[in-house]
């Protein structure tokens, strides 16, 4: 059985509900390869005691970025970002360009606690035979451009 990745993100102020989720669920994320931007990696992984969890570099300073190159090279099989409604972000083209790579590759994204729930407890998560159909490319990359 192929191991699921998960992605987990989490702006400063939903940082405490990701980790409070997290925690709640660790015998679920359990054999579950798990990937964190920056500080939330770090909060994470001190708080499941899981140092095979892989941190990226902080949101802003690219690990958003990190994430969604993931995603676009099939690494990445669930999205979780507990995201700032109510905060404005500086590195917003970041996060609208991180659910962007997510939508076009069709990987689920959890942008709360109660979505997140409900994917991390699918048949989805422990089946091995469902595949997400990935998109297919190939009239858009076997495009004929003209240079002007």
Not at 30 to 53: M, N, V
Not at 99 to 125: D, G, H, K, Q
Request: a negative charge.
């Amino acid at each position: 059985m192929a191991v699921k990745s998960v992605a987990l993100v989490a702006h400063d102020n939903k940082k405490q509900e990701l980790v409070d989720w997290a925690r709640a669920n660790r015998t679920r994320l359990a054999p579950l390869r798990l990937y964190a931007t920056g500080t939330t990696g770090r909060l994470l992984r001190d708080s499941l005691g899981r140092d095979d969890l892989t941190c990226l570099l902080s949101g802003p300073l690219g690990g958003d970025q990190q994430i969604g190159a993931k995603i676009a090279e099939g690494e990445i099989d669930l999205l979780v970002f507990f995201w700032d409604p109510l905060e404005p972000q500086p590195h917003d083209p970041d996060i609208k360009a991180l659910l962007r790579i997510a939508a076009l590759w069709n990987i689920p994204v959890a942008c709360n606690r109660a979505t997140a729930e409900f994917i991390l407890t699918s048949a989805y998560m422990t089946d091995d035979a469902h595949h997400p159909q990935k998109p297919d490319f190939s009239d858009y990359t076997g495009r004929n451009v003209t240079p002007t």
